[in-house]
């Protein structure tokens, strides 16, 4: 299947084009960039103006094989240029028409900023940069990314549900879309299965993706890449993994994945089931009793805000009680704290359903953690696992 680009990429490169355009005065009717992915992005510009005062151009959006609500659009880069009091190379990056607004806290900008994801901001800056030390350009450039149809396209995302207004978020980690058929997906991590029963593991380690891979090495010194990328088909692994004789299984991810495995669902995909809140807060009540805490987790838009909420009840619970709490004091989620008892909870359900999928014909382990605190819980055996598969990296 075909590759395509973000909107990141998209950004990012016809920001370029409009810094070079701007500071050369000569029309630039295609660029090259290197994604975070390592692969070159050579789209063709299109849509330029060029002024005095600034520069804008356009990068029409390829999906590839994985089309979604703003594949065909046009990604479009204002570029302008002023002198600063510094003289020193100062890059301003903007959203305009079309580009969401972020209202509500938990998401990867601030509220205020604009939907433009750090990654693609990353990119935008770092292609500007090159060609202003190419130039030897030392002021500020202000970069306005913008796309005119975002409005209409933001109400087929999730956007409007998430408190981005306004427009369509700049996304992207790898720069690139990698086809996400469903039969694809499956089939690879079939292959992928199949090839750790060949080399001789009696345990698999599957999880969602690489997302924790520097806690898992700094926690348990273990290589996620080593594990089977489940992507968001955790049962339909689970049962390749039945099918192929695997009969011990370790599960590890982000709370945001698994938390919808508390729910018996078996295929994590946004689309499929977004009860993340739900859950957490049906796990609050059963935990405190709480039903005002339990209405502010399902308030919140993400599980990392959702924990930070639960943390910040459990230490306002304890300075009622005359036990004293620093600020700056770390969190400790172990046994007694609030998290804690929400999350075996959690956990406990996550066990059930990963263990009845197959009537306990798999024994499944699960570890889970939070991009903001660590470990959040796990099951008994799982250390015992990750024990066992690194004698498979020797």
């Known amino acids: ?214 806690f898992m090495k700094e926690t348990y010194d273990y290589d996620l890449e080593k594990s089977v990328k489940c992507s968001n088909f955790i049962g339909e692994t689970l049962d390749i993994a039945k099918k192929l004789g695997f009969k011990k299984v370790l599960l590890s991810g982000h709370i945001g994945k698994l938390v919808k495995v508390a729910g018996g669902i078996m295929n994590t995909h946004s689309k499929e089931a977004d009860c993340r809140m739900e859950i957490l807060a049906a796990a609050t009540i059963r935990a405190t009793d709480d039903v005002f805490l339990a209405r502010k987790v399902l308030d919140t838009i993400s599980t990392e805000d959702a924990l930070s909420i639960i943390i910040e009840a459990d230490k306002n619970q304890k300075i009622k009680d005359n036990n004293k709490v620093a600020d700056d004091e770390k969190y400790n989620i172990k046994e007694g704290s609030l998290l804690k008892r929400i999350m075996d909870i959690i956990i406990e359900k996550i066990y059930f359903y990963l263990n009845n999928r197959h009537n306990g014909e798999i024994e499944v382990e699960v570890i889970v953690f939070s991009s903001n605190y660590g470990e959040l819980g796990k099951s008994k055996l799982a250390d015992d696992y990750i024990k066992d598969l690194k004698k498979y990296e020797h």
């Open 1 to 214: 299947m075909r590759y395509g680009f973000t909107t990141g990429s998209c950004a990012a490169a016809a920001s370029k084009a409009a810094i070079y355009m701007l500071l050369s005065g000569k029309k630039k009717e295609t660029i090259t960039i290197i994604t975070p992915k390592q692969i070159e992005y050579s789209p063709k510009i299109e849509k330029i103006t060029m002024e005095e005062n600034f520069v804008m151009c356009a990068v029409q959006k390829d999906g590839g094989d994985d089309v979604d609500a703003t594949d065909k659009a046009y990604i479009f880069s204002k570029v302008s240029i002023e002198k600063n009091s510094t003289h020193e190379l100062e890059i301003i990056i903007d959203g305009g028409k079309g580009v969401g607004r972020i209202t509500k806290p938990g998401l990867d900008q601030p509220v205020g900023n604009a939907a433009i994801n750090s990654v693609p901001r990353k990119m935008i800056k770092e292609e500007v940069e090159e060609v202003c030390k190419f130039f030897d350009f030392s002021d500020t450039v202000k970069v306005e990314i913008s796309v005119p149809n975002g409005i209409e396209i933001a109400k087929k995302t999730f956007n409007p549900r998430l408190g981005i207004v306004g427009g369509i978020s700049i996304l992207g980690t790898s720069g690139i879309v990698e086809p996400m058929s469903k039969k694809a997906l499956v089939d690879t991590i079939r292959v992928e299965i199949n090839q750790k029963k060949a080399l001789g593991y009696d345990i698999l380690a599957i999880s969602p993706g690489n997302y924790g891979l520097n």
